[in-house]
């Protein structure tokens, strides 16, 4: 069983370490966007980078990587928590094996595993984040509010159904989001931050 476990946990991060942005921009655009932009791996710098129909295959190829490893538990007969699994996506998809160790910062990735744990929590967290976008124009400031929105979701959702397991995740994924955006803090203190424009 233990040995079940690390096979799980290690495909787990191997399809969360798939650069999905590495992959599109060379492919598609003869682009490295770790070479552009803000150099991150993720969707937001993709939008940025190639555009928003990349960005949008970006964000997709993410999420799904995020809500595939839930169900390899199921997949292979095992007992071990499908979000367990979800936890080493996101590690893979913060430090992929592929890309010298350089990802993204986990938003959509973790969304990803709420999507296939929790539809209604994904989805609250997608109108949040929307309005956060709308109100704010900062992409990294909507995926702080949401991902302290998950926390206080997950908690009151605790209280009522006694899953710890999820407040637990939940509060280290947004520990992973938050930490993972302080450069992106410290630049709307100081107001060179980016904005959207198409929102």
Same mark, same amino acid.
């Given at each position: 069983?233990?040995?079940?476990?690390?096979?799980?946990? $290690? #495909?787990? /991060?191997?399809?969360?370490?798939?650069?999905?942005?590495?992959?599109?921009?060379?492919?598609? /655009?003869?682009?490295?966007?770790?070479?552009?932009?803000?150099? +991150?791996?993720?969707?937001? +710098?993709?939008?940025? %980078?190639?555009?928003?129909? *990349?960005?949008? !295959?970006?964000? &997709?190829?993410?999420?799904?990587?995020?809500?595939? %490893?839930?169900?390899?538990?199921?997949?292979?007969?095992?007992?071990?928590?499908?979000?367990?699994?979800?936890?080493?996506? !996101?590690?893979?998809?913060?430090?992929?094996?592929? *890309?010298?160790?350089?990802?993204?910062? *986990? !938003?959509?990735?973790?969304?990803?595993?709420? @999507?296939? /744990?929790?539809?209604? &929590?994904?989805?609250?967290?997608? #109108?949040?984040?929307?309005?956060? $976008?709308?109100?704010?124009?900062?992409?990294? &400031?909507?995926?702080?509010? #949401?991902?302290?929105?998950?926390?206080? /979701?997950? $908690?009151? +959702?605790?209280?009522? =159904?006694?899953?710890?397991? @999820?407040?637990?995740?939940? *509060?280290?994924?947004?520990?992973? #989001?938050?930490?993972?955006?302080? =450069?992106?803090?410290?630049?709307?203190?100081?107001?060179?931050?980016?904005?959207? +424009?198409?929102?």
């Amino acid at each position: 069983m233990l040995m079940q476990y690390v096979f799980i946990l $290690l #495909v787990a /991060y191997l399809i969360g370490s798939i650069p999905s942005g590495l992959i599109v921009g060379k492919v598609f /655009y003869g682009i490295d966007i770790r070479e552009h932009g803000s150099g +991150n791996l993720g969707a937001t +710098n993709s939008f940025r %980078t190639l555009g928003k129909k *990349a960005g949008s !295959v970006v964000i &997709l190829a993410d999420i799904l990587k995020g809500t595939v %490893t839930i169900f390899l538990p199921m997949m292979f007969g095992s007992e071990l928590h499908p979000l367990i699994p979800g936890i080493f996506a !996101v590690i893979g998809h913060m430090f992929p094996i592929f *890309a010298s160790f350089r990802g993204g910062k *986990a !938003v959509a990735t973790s969304g990803g595993i709420l @999507l296939g /744990y929790d539809p209604i &929590l994904f989805i609250s967290l997608v #109108v949040v984040f929307l309005i956060g $976008l709308k109100l704010s124009k900062y992409v990294s &400031l909507s995926s702080i509010i #949401v991902a302290i929105f998950a926390i206080i /979701y997950s $908690l009151i +959702n605790m209280l009522f =159904t006694k899953d710890y397991l @999820l407040f637990f995740v939940v *509060a280290l994924l947004a520990a992973f #989001v938050i930490i993972r955006h302080r =450069t992106n803090i410290k630049r709307i203190r100081d107001k060179t931050e980016p904005k959207v +424009n198409w929102l």
